[in-house]
């Protein structure tokens, strides 16, 4: 495993490792991605543990290692949102984690459409996929997959129901995702007339018992005013929705995430002190300031990085006579993750869920070995 | 100004960037540029974008048809001239049907719906004796016939109607008009390109002989006239003769006996007389010296067809009446043939003397454009006279056999002669016109609603009217004056190129213009009439010769002067705004012109370089006070033709010196540049960065892609209709998109591409997709398909019947492909309909023929079931059905069935700029790639796509569009648009990505989705808006193992539609035997084929048969079955022997044992 990518040079003092230290080049090709204003270099790292072993530097993954160097700060957490630091890490884990927070962490969606009247100018199809699209609030933990003979039940269905209509000589109106209404007790559609009277009804879905029973908190939908459709007067829709759980795999609507995605850390580095006016102009270069002036006194004036943080790679900085001054780089084991939730789970609820697939597959992988 | 420009970026609102000034305008004190753009938008507003084809329809219903009317207003009875009908005035009503004894109007949606004629009744005042003591009768709205109505014409109940109001009528705001409904279809009468009538052309033939030709054209009669220079001797062609006659022959008969006055029409100059002296020897040497000695010569020459004797005084009339037709005759005197002649000689002569002045036939000054209302009177005059001459024909009848019968010729009138005569004609496209010798095929063209910018694309179209197979480059070539007339990018590839061509679009079609107050104000200018002058002072020094509409009106001393009055004239309304006024230098010539046909269009004048346009008039044009007429009325701005831009000194701006041009003689000012590419190419951002023919091929591309087509969409009942779910206004506009409305009706999708290789699926054009935005919507598609079925009316009220779906006593369908239906029989709308699924329950009576009298029963019909066939597997709804009556009164039953699809593997896509490939492979979005935003790109396309195509607007428009997403303002990237603020420049764009942090080339930092690192480059990525092409695999989808057969050759069928086979052609076969293969063509031509055993006989050598009841095999020709031998041929070989036997050649097969 790399190193932890802070800026001091600590060497690990682990009892097989001599205290030999890579020249200052290596040890940039082996921490960092440098941004140079054609191109990125040293973008893969070094994956072999002995590549630095005539040098006597380990270079391999040891759990311990990992254990010791691995950190986790969360910057920010919001409802819908959050970004955190996570150091000490491979890059090809953190993007298994954001792979399965794109693909494999499921989520509730809606699948079937039971359209009962739609006169409105959006087609069935289209209305259907635009209901698919629309975020759930309903835990997927709770349900479990249906699968293709299965009946739909309690455990793996959930049922909405979208009636409205424009009344005759009124203005045309807008319908919004708040319009679906959660119906706990399954289907109220009858599959066909029922054969003697007294008989229940035989519906759509075959529930032994109301979901308000098994569940904690109704359910409904996330966003209240996302649009659905629009309505002429005389128009109508009445339709019954069924979600079922499945995941962005199969397709994004079970996706549960707006995006995932990391980048590495920036730093910045001054090769060479700048002073002066070039400062000022280095300052100014930078659309996100990530530069600022540090008064030496008398006058003068010396570039400093100040939020390295911010730096989006506009390299500017980089680029133009002075671009040799500068260089940036990006720290290749300091990922500053970001999950943009859509709803149906906190963000930070989705990436232990994703943290628990990875150990299932990895479970998977160790017993089918064994 | 550059740094003023970059802060204009932000806060969504658009500051028109001054241009950069240069050298020369920071000297000289300039006044501040006008923002001259709000004339487009107020141009088209008053002009439209199909003004042309209205203008010439009203023209037609207006003026035109009035003067056919009035010029064959009286018909008369052959043997009684007092029985007579005069037409006293004709008008065309509003647009109506008539129907069950009553009148009811009708819209151009309800036709289009109900397969119907949107035509409105010719009403004509008339005046006719009626009974033996021919007693006057008058009546007023007689209908004479039914003319299709061009929508948005004067006559359509679509004309001046806002926006409100045509949504009432169905109809689509955004919708040009300049069309015809015929039968429920929509057809456009292309604008036709031909050479203008009436002028003098000098060219050389194909042996390379000097000609000088005119075609006439009026309205009694249409010729050629040819003067040709052969071996120094000069002779006029005509069809009439079968010889060319000399020259000097025709001035004789004409009445110019006398050769030096010949010589002195021409010209003073020697040189003149050297190139005339062959021609005038050659005259002498046939002793022809008098008027009559040259008749008798040409009257010989007269051709006859079929007509034998009286050759006598034929060629006079020739002379009089085919000969330069187009010069009027008055009182017999042949003097202004022999100026126009004369004129014609100079032309050849100095033709010859100086090959400068050539006329070049692919000059677009020498074009004329025919247009619908043209095209449409002339077939109305030729139906109004067959009317009217059948109309005497059965008076003539009538007159011989009833004579107690009162006479009356507007009963003898039928109404159809021009009702169907006009329908035919614009359903067809056939213009056969006996009567002007015109037999044009493909006139009219069904009006493609592919896409919004197809019906555009129709309406702009010229068609030529030679034919497309010459190899000529000539005509195809891009001309120099086509510069603000014609669009430079817009004509199809392939055999068509170049000769067929779109409108530019700011040019204008004039209509024809009345001469007379022309003619009487060039003279109270000073224009001398010839009659009064003898030839020696026609070509005085000095003076200029002023011809109008190709006639010679006579001649001016002083003719810059004249020129100068006339155009006063025009600019202050005195004369039309469309007549132009062209000195021609070098012919010593001032032509002016009013006749229909031109193309022209607008131009700022400017007073020694100075634009008569200032703010003031700007800000009045924005606040409204002001319109484009008002433009043009104040002498503002003009019209000008192609000839007459020759006179003129155009600067692209106003504010901008060019270096070797003297201000001062700077006479106009475009309007704005991007006005010289035409509709369709001005949808292409940034087009002048384009390598040209990516630019044409977008134009045929953009025609392709599916979209919104217009607001009635979905109540439109297209046979075939395509629409995006999800279309979107390009991020990165032009100007002319907003003026045509493109902005409104988009046919694409603004998607996120990142320029890389990725998975070796992009190779050839090919694109990568991101399979999570298919799922969110992107190029997701809806087909629109309509099947009619009509309900057949038989004899004795015989008809089909519609049942409803036949049910056992359970109530369970009989037929599982009934499930779509309704009670009625027809399918039910919002029903799923599968492959061979039932739309339409229809039964059909056994006995068709006639009826049986009583009520048929159930058994007396058959299963006639209308059924669906669409691809297995895929999910089609009902969309609508319509019911209506056909004009034959039969019920029809349009079903539409809706498909929607999402995009897959092989379906075609295409940028702005002539970039189409298709999807080469669905991804993962997880395994896409992402940049530090954590941005994802939709699509990913190959960077081998930019060099060898040179699609740098295509960049742009990527730099663009990230600048636009990112400040959140529409940035423009109209033609030539960067001066003029109409475009934004590359370096304003990179500041504005710089501001927001992204790279200023627009490279992103991207990490690889599938290994978690960076890539090892940074990547070209943002928005560009692609269209989805109509192009889609599961309509080309084919493969098929056994399958049908064709009933005759017993092979497998042909073609996708029949699920035919794929052939093993020729070449393949060639392959295979060069290889060797020998077991596999045998498998493939034979047993894959059609084999088929026969019994050989051995003896005879031909095919005998099998017995199967005695199990035998026997030959018919031998009478026994001794030596017969079992062998397999291909059907196809047995078939042959057999059709060659029917011919009485006898094939034999000679059997040896292996």
Same mark, same amino acid.
């Given at each position: ?370 | ?85 005069? &037409? ?22 309800? *036709? ?65 008009? /300049? ?109 022809? &010296? ?215 679009? =700011? ?14 104000? *060039? ?76 193309? *022209? ?7 020694? /370089? ?11 044009? @924005? ?90 969409? =979905? ?13 979107? @206004? ?8 907003? =003026? ?53 009316? &038989? ?213 690889? /989705? ?7 480059? &940074? ?77 050989? *006989? ?57």
């Amino acid at each position: 495993m790399p190193k932890k990518g802070t800026k001091s040079k600590e060497v690990d003092n682990a009892p097989n490792q001599q205290e030999n230290k890579l020249p200052d080049y290596l040890e940039v090709q082996r921490t960092r991605v440098v941004c140079n204003a054609d191109a990125p270099i040293h973008t893969q790292g070094y994956q072999y543990s002995g590549t630095f072993a005539a040098m006597g530097v380990d270079n391999s993954v040891s759990v311990e290692k990992f254990c010791k160097n691995f950190k986790i700060e969360i910057n920010r957490l919001t409802e819908d949102d959050m970004e955190f630091d996570m150091i000490g890490i491979d890059a090809s884990i953190a993007n298994a984690f954001r792979r399965i927070l794109i693909a494999e962490v499921p989520t509730m969606a809606i699948e079937k459409i039971f359209m009962v009247d739609n006169t409105s100018v959006i087609a069935d199809e289209v209305l259907s996929h635009r209901l698919g699209l629309i975020p759930l609030r309903a835990d997927p933990r709770l349900f479990d997959y249906i699968s293709e003979n299965d009946v739909p039940n309690e455990r793996n269905t959930v049922v909405y129901k979208l009636h409205v209509s424009c009344p005759k000589g009124s203005q045309r109106i807008t319908v919004k995702s708040s319009e679906l209404e959660w119906l706990p007790e399954g289907s109220q559609l009858s599959m066909a007339a029922p054969a003697q009277s007294g008989d229940k009804q035989k519906t759509f879905t075959s529930f032994s018992q109301s979901q308000k029973e098994i569940l904690e908190e109704p359910l409904g939908v996330k966003f209240k005013d996302i649009t659905i459709a629009r309505l002429g007067p005389g128009q109508a829709i009445e339709l019954e929705a069924h979600a079922v759980k499945g995941v962005g795999k199969v397709h994004a609507k079970w996706s549960p995430v707006a995006t995932a995605w990391y980048r590495m850390l920036p730093e910045v580095v001054i090769l060479k002190d700048i002073e002066g006016d070039d400062a000022e102009e280095l300052v100014k270069k930078c659309p996100v300031n990530v530069f600022d002036i540090e008064d030496l006194g008398n006058g003068g004036k010396r570039a400093v990085v100040a939020k390295p943080r911010a730096c989006t790679l506009c390299r500017e900085c980089v680029m133009g006579p002075n671009g040799n001054q500068v260089e940036l780089r990006r720290v290749r084991d300091h990922f500053i993750f970001t999950i943009e939730s859509t709803g149906a789970l906190p963000p930070e609820v989705l990436f232990t869920e994703a943290v628990k697939i990875l150990e299932e597959k990895c479970e998977r992988v160790i017993s089918e070995l064994s | 100004m550059a740094v003023l420009a970059k802060g204009d970026n932000e806060g969504g609102k658009v500051v028109d960037t001054m241009p950069l000034p240069t050298y020369h305008s920071l000297a000289a004190p300039v006044r501040k540029p006008v923002d001259k753009f709000a004339l487009l938008p107020a141009f088209l507003k008053v002009r439209g974008l199909v003004k042309e084809h209205i203008d010439s329809f009203n023209y037609f219903i207006d003026k035109g048809i009035k003067k056919i009317v009035e010029a064959n207003n009286r018909i008369e009875a052959r043997n009684d001239p007092s029985i007579y009908l005069r &037409y006293l005035d004709v008008r065309v009503g509003m647009p109506s049907i008539y129907e069950n004894c009553n009148v009811e109007s009708i819209t151009p949606h309800l *036709c289009r719906l109900t397969d119907r004629t949107y035509s409105a009744p010719i009403e004509v005042d008339i005046q006719y004796t009626v009974g033996k003591q021919h007693v006057v009768k008058r009546r007023n709205k007689f209908i004479i016939g039914y003319m299709p109505i061009m929508l948005r014409s004067s006559a359509c109940i679509l004309n001046e109607m806002d926006e409100d109001e045509l949504a009432k009528y169905g109809e689509c705001p955004l919708d040009p008009g /300049g069309y015809f409904v015929v039968k429920g279809t929509e057809k456009v009468i292309l604008i036709q390109e031909q050479l203008s009538k009436n002028r003098i052309i000098v060219d050389t033939d194909s042996k390379g002989r000097v000609i000088a030709s005119v075609t006439s054209s009026t309205h009694a009669i249409k010729s050629k006239t040819v003067v040709l220079m052969d071996k120094g001797k000069i002779y006029l062609q005509l069809n009439q003769f079968t010889k060319p006659i000399p020259i000097i022959v025709v001035m004789k008969a004409m009445g110019m006996e006398s050769d030096q006055e010949a010589v002195q029409m021409v010209g003073r100059d020697p040189r003149y007389g050297d190139l005339l002296f062959p021609s005038i020897q050659e005259c002498a040497s046939e002793r022809i &010296y008098t008027r009559q000695q040259a008749l008798q010569y040409m009257d010989e020459k007269v051709m006859y067809p079929g007509a034998t004797n009286n050759k006598e005084g034929r060629s006079n009339s020739i002379l009089h009446d085919v000969f330069i037709a187009h010069v009027p005759v008055k009182d017999g005197n042949l003097r202004p043939k022999c100026i126009y002649t004369a004129v014609m000689l100079r032309r050849m002569l100095d033709a010859i003397l100086n090959s400068d002045t050539f006329d070049d036939k692919d000059y677009v000054g020498n074009k004329r454009f025919e247009l619908s209302g043209q095209l449409i009177s002339l077939l109305f005059e030729d139906l109004f006279k067959t009317m009217n001459s059948q109309a005497v024909e059965r008076m003539n009848k009538n007159s011989d056999k009833t004579r107690s019968s009162p006479l009356d010729f507007s009963q003898l009138i039928m109404q159809d002669t021009i009702t169907f005569g006009l329908e035919r004609a614009i359903s067809t496209g056939n213009w056969d016109i006996k009567r002007f010798r015109m037999h044009r095929k493909g006139v009219s063209q069904v009006l493609s609603r592919l896409s919004y910018m197809a019906t555009l694309g129709y309406m702009t179209r010229i068609t030529p009217q030679f034919e497309k197979t010459r190899k000529t480059s000539g005509p195809r070539a891009l001309q120099p004056s086509q510069w603000g007339m014609l669009c430079p990018c817009d004509t199809p590839e392939g055999e068509a190129c170049g000769l067929t061509k779109n409108l530019a679009l =700011l040019s204008h079609i004039t209509t024809d213009q009345e001469e007379g107050p022309l003619i009487d104000l *060039c003279h109270s200018l000073g224009v001398e009439d010839l009659l009064f002058l003898s030839s020696e002072e026609i070509h005085a020094p000095g003076s200029f010769l002023v011809m109008l509409n190709g006639l010679i009106l006579g001649k001016h001393k002083d003719p810059q002067r004249l020129v100068i009055h006339l155009r006063n004239l025009r600019r202050s309304n005195v004369i039309g705004e469309f007549v132009s006024i062209f000195i021609n230098e070098k012919q010593r010539c001032v032509h002016i012109a009013s006749d229909g046909g031109r193309v *022209c269009r607008p131009l700022i004048i400017a007073d020694m /370089g100075i634009s008569r346009i200032d703010e003031t008039h700007m800000t009045k044009l @924005r606040d409204g006070t002001y319109d484009f007429d008002d433009f043009l009325s104040g002498g503002l701005i003009e019209y000008l033709d192609v000839n007459e831009e020759n006179n003129a000194l155009i600067a692209l701006y106003e504010h901008m010196d060019q270096d070797d041009v003297e201000r001062s003689s700077i006479t106009h000012i475009e309007i704005e540049p991007l006005s010289i590419l035409g509709v369709v190419s001005g949808l292409i951002p940034y087009p002048h960065h384009n390598q040209s023919p990516r630019n044409t091929y977008q134009c045929a591309m953009g025609k392709q892609a599916m979209g919104n087509i217009a607001y009635n969409q =979905l109540f439109r009942a297209d046979s075939l209709l395509y629409l995006l779910v999800y279309a979107q @206004r390009p991020l990165l506009t032009t100007k002319t998109i907003e =003026l045509v409305g493109y902005d409104k009706l988009g046919a694409g999708q603004n998607a996120t591409v990142a320029v890389m290789g990725y998975s070796g699926y992009d190779i050839e054009d090919a694109i990568v997709m991101n399979k999570s935005s298919l799922d969110r919507g992107f190029g997701r598609c809806i087909a629109l398909k309509k099947y009619t079925v009509l309900k057949d009316n &038989y004899v004795d009220g015989v008809s089909d019947r519609i049942v409803k779906p036949q049910r056992d006593k359970d109530g369970v369908l009989m037929k599982q492909n009934m499930r779509a239906l309704d009670d009625d029989g027809i399918v039910a709308p919002g029903q799923i309909i599968r492959n061979h699924d039932i739309y339409v329950n229809k039964q059909t009576p056994m006995n068709t023929s006639k009826g049986i009298g009583r009520p048929l029963t159930d058994s007396c019909y058959k299963d006639s079931p209308a059924i669906y066939k669409g691809v297995d597997g895929e999910t089609t709804v009902v969309d609508r059905v319509m019911l209506c009556s056909d004009t034959n009164d039969k019920l029809s039953i349009k079903c539409i069935i809706r498909h929607t699809r999402r995009p897959e593997v092989g379906d075609k896509f295409s940028s702005r700029h002539g970039q189409k490939g298709v999807c080469g492979t669905i991804i993962q979005q997880e395994d896409f790639p992402f940049s530090e935003r954590g941005i994802c790109p939709d699509l990913i396309m190959n960077p081998h796509g930019f060099p060898s195509r040179m699609t740098i607007g295509k960049m742009i428009e990527l730099l663009g569009g990230k600048a636009g997403v990112s400040c959140g303002r529409f940035h423009y990237g109209s033609a030539f648009g960067e001066p003029s603020g109409n475009a934004d420049n590359v370096a304003d764009i990179s500041s504005t990505l710089i501001k927001h942090g992204f790279s200023y080339n627009g490279k992103d930092f991207l990490y690889s /989705g599938i290994l978690g690192q960076p890539l090892e480059a &940074y990547i070209f990525m943002g928005p560009i808006y692609y269209q989805k092409l109509k192009h889609m695999v599961l309509d080309k989808m084919h493969a098929r193992a056994s399958g049908p057969r064709v009933l005759l050759t017993r092979q497998p069928t042909e073609g996708r539609s029949r699920d035919g086979g794929l052939r093993l052609g020729e070449m393949e076969r060639d392959c295979l035997i060069a290889y060797g293969a020998s077991m596999l063509i045998f498998e493939r031509l034979m047993l894959s084929s059609d084999p088929y055993q026969v019994q050989v *006989c051995r003896k005879c050598g031909l095919l005998g048969y099998y017995n199967h009841k005695l199990k035998t095999s026997y030959c018919s020709m031998c009478k026994n079955g001794e030596n017969m031998a079992k062998m397999r041929l291909p059907y196809a070989c047995k078939l042959l022997f057999q059709e060659l036997h029917a011919m009485n050649v006898v094939p034999r097969l000679k059997l040896t044992e292996v």
